[in-house]
C-alpha cells in the first residue's frame, strides 16, 4: 500500500518563539504540528524545529510566503526571526508517524490518569486509568500544556463535585478530554469539531479506549447540541473562546462549570474580562509553561 502524502512547511526558530509561530501554522491549515525532538526533563535549546503538516495539493509556495511575512511581522518581538528561512517537502505520512514517537512519552497526569501511546506496554501495577492515544493527524495527546491541564482541572472537579451526568467537549482534536472525562465517570460526553480529520481520530481513540458508547461525537453546531451541559472544556483560541461566550453561556446549567484553555499567558486577563462577572467567577487558574487554563463557574442566579 502506498503511504498518504502531506505537505511539510518546516522552520528553525528561536524556543521562546515556537509558540507564536506553531499557531500562526495553524491558522493557515495546518492539521498537525511537531516542535523540536528534547526530552521534556531537560532544558530546551536556543532553537528548535517547528513543523506544520497540510494536504499536499495545498499550494506550498504561498504557504511559504504566508509563513515568512508572518515572521517578519513578528520579528520586533523576537529579532532573531528576521533571518529564519521556512522550507518546503513532500512527505510520506508514515515518516510523519514515526517522528511523533520521539515526542510521546508516557504520561502520567494529575492522581488517577495516565496517557499512553499505542507502542508503548501498559504499567502492570499502574492503578492509574490509562488513556490510550494515538499521535496522529489531530491535536491533543496531553504532553502540551494546555491539555495537561485541561486533564488535571477535569480530573479536580470530577473529584471535588463528582462526574457531572452530561459535559460538552468543544473542539476536540484526538478526543482526549472526551475520553478521559468518560474514564472519570462522566456517563454522557458531547464531544464537537469542525475538523473532519480530527472527528475521525476521535472516533477511532474512543473504541480504542471503550468508551464509545458514553461520548457522542460529531460536527454539530453549539444550538444543535442537547443543552444544558454541567461542565464545558474549550482548548481554543482565546478570540475564539471570547467569540463562544455568549453561546457557552447559554449552554451550561446555572452553577456549571466550564473549563477554558488555549489561552497565552498575556491573554488570559482579556479572556476574563469577557467571561466576567455577574454570569461568571474564576474558580482557579492553572499556569503552565506560557498557556494557561481557567476554571470558571457560571453564577447560581
Same mark, same amino acid.
Given at each position: ?7 511539510? *512547511? ?23 504540528? !511537531? ?38 511581522? *513578528?520579528?520586533?518581538?523576537?529579532? !532573531?526571526? !528576521? ?63 494546555? $491539555? ?16 457531572? !451526568? ?25 464531544? $464537537? ?59 451550561? $446549567? ?48
Amino acid at each position: 500500500m502506498v503511504a498518504e502524502q502531506w505537505l511539510r *512547511i518546516a522552520v528553525s526558530v528561536p524556543t521562546e518563539a515556537v509558540e507564536a509561530v506553531s499557531y500562526f501554522l495553524v491558522e493557515l491549515g495546518s492539521i498537525g504540528i !511537531a516542535e523540536g525532538e528534547w526530552r521534556p526533563d531537560t532544558p530546551p535549546p536556543a532553537w528548535t524545529l517547528v513543523q506544520g503538516f497540510f494536504p499536499v495539493d495545498r499550494d506550498g509556495a504561498a504557504l511559504l510566503a504566508s509563513l515568512t511575512t508572518h515572521l517578519r511581522s *513578528i520579528a520586533t518581538e523576537y529579532p !532573531a526571526l !528576521a533571518t529564519c528561512v521556512p522550507e518546503c517537502a513532500v512527505i510520506a505520512s508514515d515518516t510523519w508517524q514515526e517522528r511523533w514517537k520521539t515526542h510521546f512519552p508516557p504520561l502520567p497526569v494529575g492522581q488517577r490518569l495516565l496517557i499512553l501511546p499505542p507502542w508503548e506496554v501498559r504499567p502492570v501495577q499502574s492503578q492509574r486509568a490509562v488513556i490510550g492515544i494515538n499521535p496522529s493527524m489531530a491535536f491533543g495527546t496531553g504532553h502540551h500544556a494546555t $491539555t495537561h491541564t485541561c486533564l488535571e482541572a477535569l480530573e479536580a472537579l470530577c473529584d471535588t463535585y463528582g462526574p457531572p !451526568a452530561r459535559a460538552l467537549d468543544l473542539g476536540t482534536g484526538s478526543g482526549v478530554l472526551s475520553i478521559a472525562l468518560a474514564k472519570l465517570g462522566v456517563p454522557s460526553v458531547w464531544a $464537537t469539531d469542525i475538523d473532519p480529520t480530527a472527528l475521525e481520530e476521535a472516533r477511532k481513540n474512543a473504541r480504542v479506549n471503550g468508551v464509545d458508547t458514553a461520548i457522542h461525537i460529531s460536527a454539530a453546531s453549539l444550538s444543535e447540541l442537547p443543552a444544558p451541559f454541567q461542565l464545558v472544556v474549550a482548548n481554543l483560541f482565546a478570540s475564539t473562546l471570547i467569540t463562544l461566550c455568549p453561546a457557552i453561556t447559554q449552554i451550561l $446549567t446555572r452553577s456549571g462549570h466550564a473549563i477554558l484553555s488555549g489561552i497565552q499567558s498575556d491573554q488570559a486577563e482579556i479572556v476574563l474580562e469577557t467571561f466576567s462577572a455577574p454570569d461568571w467567577t474564576l474558580v482557579e487558574h492553572r499556569p503552565k509553561d506560557d498557556w494557561t487554563t481557567l476554571v470558571l463557574r457560571r453564577a447560581s442566579d
